[in-house]
């Protein structure tokens, strides 16, 4: 639909008579068109196809003679709206609001569909209540289904309808609390070694790992779920780091690797490995004896062949 001005060429196929009458009668009394004048602009305003059509029903006589009353009765009587029928209503009671369309856009579809149904004093009832069962699942229905079906009119159902909605709207937008995230502290290498001389010589820590944690975490946070705890080097004993080697359990043990007193085999880095050695040669730690002249060792090593 191609534009003349502020009003738009009638195509009898792409716009309804009556929504174009409307403007033409809103642009003739905006613009003060003299009567004589009227019927011009029309034909003016007509497409090829809308005025071949006019002059079809305008004949034997010449559709230029006619005036512009005459004309729009013409046109009105052409397009004059078919009789009710079971089909209209058929279109009306069938009606569902589609998803994504607004309750107003339902409640002004639903009018155009009853324009047609020649309802009566019936319109207010069948409009109520096809926009209430056509709604669909939601609070909005939920809401309407506990009033009075007697007491309700289109205006206040549309009107309960849409504060429903709303408050589901604004339940769904509550600003959720957030978490904040959760830091752990960490040491650098010069800290754990400063750690673990204040562990042997049981100083205070003088604000170290207070000042090194509220670093990480901030002011007045700790770890969530988690006590405060000392963080130690690696044990060189046992390689465990939840204490000082010190106090290691294991530090009277003996390497299984290399014989050596004071760590275990898993933290052992020599080259060296001593299988099934008597007690007898053990002469210290650190010394691995020769066992070449030992009965024992020779039947019960796997270093020698027997």
Same mark, same amino acid.
């Given at each position: ?95 569902? @609001? !589609?998803?994504?369309? #607004?309750? /107003?856009?339902?409640?002004? $579809?639903? %009018? ?87 562990? @042997? !010589?049981?100083?205070? #820590?003088? /604000?170290?790992?207070?000042? $090194?944690? %509220? ?92």
């Amino acid at each position: 639909m191609s534009y003349l001005g502020n009003l738009p060429i009638y195509d009898h196929k792409t716009c309804e008579w009556s929504i174009f009458k409307s403007r033409l009668t809103q642009f003739l009394k905006v613009n003060d068109v003299s009567e004589e004048k009227k019927s011009a602009i029309l034909i003016t305003h007509l497409s090829d196809e809308a005025y071949r059509l006019v002059r079809n029903l305008a004949y034997p006589k010449d559709a230029d003679s006619f005036s512009y009353v005459e004309l729009v009765s013409l046109l009105d009587n052409h397009f004059k709206p078919k009789k009710c029928s079971y089909t209209v209503k058929a279109r009306f009671y069938g009606a569902t @609001r !589609t998803p994504g369309e #607004s309750l /107003g856009d339902w409640a002004a $579809r639903l %009018r155009g569909l009853a324009s047609y149904c020649e309802f009566g004093a019936a319109l207010e009832t069948n409009l109520t209540d096809r926009f209430v069962l056509g709604l669909g699942s939601g609070p909005a229905r939920d809401k309407l289904y506990e009033q009075d079906p007697s007491k309700m009119k289109i205006d206040r159902a549309l009107e309960i309808a849409q504060q429903a909605e709303s408050a589901r709207e604004a339940k769904f937008m509550e600003v959720s609390v957030k978490e904040e995230p959760v830091y752990r502290a960490s040491f650098t290498l010069d800290d754990r070694r400063e750690a673990n001389r204040r562990a @042997r !010589t049981s100083e205070p #820590s003088s /604000g170290y790992s207070g000042q $090194r944690q %509220r670093s990480h975490l901030g002011d007045g946070q700790s770890v969530r779920g988690q006590q405060p705890r000392r963080d130690f080097p690696r044990c060189s004993v046992c390689g465990l780091r939840n204490h000082d080697e010190e106090k290691c359990r294991y530090k009277g043990y003996r390497c299984q690797k290399c014989g050596e007193k004071g760590h275990l085999k898993k933290v052992c880095d020599k080259n060296v490995q001593i299988n099934n050695i008597c007690d007898d040669h053990d002469k210290g730690v650190g010394h691995i004896p020769d066992p070449d002249h030992c009965e024992e060792c020779h039947n019960y090593s796997l270093k020698f062949q027997n």
